[in-house]
T-cell receptor, first 111, second 114 residues
Framework: QKEVEQNSGPLSVPEGAIASLNCTYS??????FFWYRQYSGKSPELIMS????GDKEDGRFTAQLNKASQYVSLLIRDSQPSDSATYLCAVNIPGDYKLSFGAGTTVTVRA | DVKVTQSSRYLVKRTGEKVFLECVQDMDHENMFWYRQDPGLGLRLIYFSYDVKMKEKGDIPEGYSVSREKKERFSLILESASTNQTSMYLC?????????????FGPGTRLLVL
């Protein structure tokens, strides 16, 4: 079982809709969770971090964490063409300095 | 703003050449990482360093070595480049504490080995 799994894409959503991305992780001891956005040919950039159960909102992005169910999700509201990218979920490895990354979900926002 | 820079955006080398990729960060981060990213394989950790002169192997260290002589600089060395090392190489840095594991990435180096 992979440490971090993301729903397979690609995910195509119309402009203005909500894009929903899911991520599950295997280590119950993980405490830190991150969403990165990566445009084609570019490097990952952090868009959200979340550490506590519940929702965290930042502009059009909302991260949701449920440690009991071991999943973290990202909602993109009012999706724009500029949101078209690959989104990587990352989870800390307890007792280590490293992050475990998911394979990514590619989102395409169609006008 | 955290800034992580990499020495080259694009690099073309020949099989058998020794290749140096450099990464510099300006945030006084203890941890630095080297990844490669290939289509369908995601991010794979090559090496990381948690302090000057300290290093640990990641998931795919074969064919690579690293050097960290100064806190801000982490170099990846391909001792004898091979075509299967053609890839996007990403450097990242972070603080060491729990809750501070956010990794900040450099722009990447796209390496082509002919």
């Amino acid at each position: 079982q992979k440490e971090v799994e993301q729903n397979s894409g690609p995910l195509s959503v119309p402009e203005g809709a909500i894009a929903s991305l899911n991520c599950t992780y295997s280590d119950r001891g993980s405490q830190s969770f991150f969403w990165y956005r990566q445009y084609s040919g570019k490097s990952p950039e952090l868009i959200m971090s979340i550490y506590s159960n519940g929702d965290k909102e930042d502009g059009r992005f909302t991260a949701q964490l449920n440690k009991a169910s071991q999943y973290v999700s990202l909602l993109i509201r009012d999706s724009q063409p500029s949101d078209s990218a690959t989104y990587l979920c990352a989870v800390n490895i307890p007792g280590d300095y490293k992050l475990s990354f998911g394979a990514g979900t590619t989102v395409t926002v169609r006008a | 703003d955290v800034k992580v820079t990499q020495s080259s955006r694009y690099l073309v080398k020949r099989t058998g050449e020794k290749v140096f990729l450099e990464c510099v960060q300006d945030m006084d981060h203890e941890n630095m990482f080297w990844y490669r990213q290939d289509p369908g394989l995601g991010l794979r950790l090559i090496y990381f360093s948690y302090d000057v002169k300290m290093k640990e192997k990641g998931d795919i260290p074969e064919g690579y070595s690293v050097s960290r002589e100064k806190k801000e600089r982490f170099s990846l060395i391909l001792e004898s480049a091979s075509t299967n090392q053609t890839s996007m190489y990403l450097c990242a840095s972070s603080f060491p504490g729990q809750g501070e594991e956010t990794q900040y990435f450099g722009p990447g180096t796209r390496l082509l080995v002919l």
